[in-house]
């Protein structure tokens, strides 16, 4: 496997991903910014399927889940209150593509996106 994903011992435990990826690949791939295109106004059901789409993006380039590197999620009006349906959407992404990963993250609060009805975005770089 090309990327290592690691808890260093004096940073907190994170359920939903790890500080450090340690990636050893020769390729590199980088995806731009995936959001749902279901016109579903439900936050947790734009979360799955946004990354979802990072999942199809990823077999694309004959990469998955476990070579990821970093994940960027932009989301719409951010508030903490919000983070119960993100990780609601994440898990049930996690269910659909069979994959269970969590590599380091970074979550972005912004006022809008490129259309109204997208409310998160993700980002992806994997290593394979």
């Not at 946004?50 to 989301?75: P, Q």
């Not at 049930?92 to 593509?97: D, E, G």
């Amino acid at each position: 496997m090309a990327v290592t994903l690691i808890n260093p011992e004096g940073l907190p435990e994170i359920d939903v991903y790890h500080h450090v990826a340690v990636a050893t690949g020769t390729k590199t791939v980088y995806l731009a910014g995936q959001v749902d295109w279901s016109g579903d106004p439900d936050f947790a059901k734009q979360v799955e399927n946004a990354y979802v789409n990072v999942h199809t993006a990823l077999k694309a380039a004959n990469a998955s889940f476990k070579d990821l590197v970093h994940v960027r999620v932009y989301a719409v009006g951010w508030t903490p209150d919000k983070m119960p349906e993100l990780l609601k959407g994440i898990e049930n992404a996690m269910t659909r593509t069979g994959e269970n990963v969590k590599p380091p993250a970074t979550l972005i609060g912004v006022a809008t996106l490129d259309v109204p009805e997208h409310l998160v975005e993700v980002e992806a770089i994997a290593v394979v």
